[in-house]
T-cell receptor, first 113, second 113 residues
Framework: DAGVIQSPRHEVTEMGQEVTLRCKPISGHDYLFWYRQTMMRGLELLIY????????DSGMPEDRFSAKMPNASFSTLKIQPSEPRDSAVYFCASSFGFTGELFFGEGSRLTVL | AQSVTQPDIHITVSEGASLELRCNYS??????LFWYVQSPGQGLQLLLK??????LVQGIKGFEAEFKRSQSSFNLRKPSVHWSDAAEYFCAVGRGSQGNLIFGKGTKLSVKP
């Protein structure tokens, strides 16, 4: 299997711009997670989906962040408008059932100037 | 509240030496426990997991971990470290019914030749 695929790998943008991060989970997996990693806060869960339905979005920092999963093979995380404090590595992960064995993508490194 | 503490931010060991990375958790119920490894520029990869049963669990790459309920600990060990083990290691706790993991801040491992 190809693994979890994220795009873009790197994104540099200016404050106020819209950013869209994309994720293709492993085929057959029914859970999808979005995490954010920073030096200060470590790895934080933003939102997760089960069978394309958002289950817990309590980690989404504020209304500027939104996530969708229109089908089992695609999810997006959108930031609008972006701010410098959003600079981080954003990871998508998927799993089959909830076993705790998450398969992570390589991450999208976002820099907001 | 659930939490995971990794007391050591950075550890340096000599190649061939033994390794122990510490992890303490706070969780109201019997937890599921995990260790993940992250190589530079990569996503996280599962090393091993504990759900129940034998408190000493074996993982990939020669790692093992021991669950000690009385100490709320799940320390990771390896008898002989290889240079390729240099990476960041994350302990995580979860519960199947809750569908998400809480990660520690990570321990960065450096290996001296």
């Amino acid at each position: 299997d190809a693994g979890v695929i994220q795009s873009p790998r790197h994104e540099v943008t200016e404050m106020g711009q819209e950013v869209t991060l994309r994720c293709k989970p492993i085929s057959g997996h029914d859970y999808l997670f979005w995490y954010r990693q920073t030096m200060m806060r470590g790895l934080e869960l933003l939102i997760y989906f089960n069978n394309n339905v958002p289950i817990d979005d309590s980690g989404m920092p504020e209304d500027r962040f939104s996530a969708k999963m229109p089908n089992a093979s695609f999810s997006t995380l959108k930031i609008q408008p972006s701010e410098p404090r959003d600079s981080a590595v954003y990871f998508c992960a998927s799993s089959f059932g909830f076993t705790g064995e998450l398969f992570f993508g390589e991450g999208s490194r976002l820099t907001v100037l | 509240a659930q939490s995971v503490t990794q007391p050591d931010i950075h550890i340096t060991v000599s190649e061939g030496a033994s390794l122990e990375l510490r992890c303490n958790y706070s969780y109201g119920a019997t937890p599921y426990l995990f260790w993940y490894v992250q190589s530079p520029g990569q996503g996280l990869q599962l090393l091993l997991k504990y759900f129940s049963g034998d408190t000493l669990v074996q993982g990939i790459k020669g790692f093992e971990a021991e669950f000690k309920r009385s100490q709320s600990s799940f320390n990771l060990r390896k008898p002989s470290v290889h240079w390729s083990d240099a990476a960041e290691y994350f302990c995580a706790v979860g519960r199947g019914s809750q569908g998400n993991l809480i990660f520690g801040k990570g321990t960065k491992l450096s290996v001296k030749p």
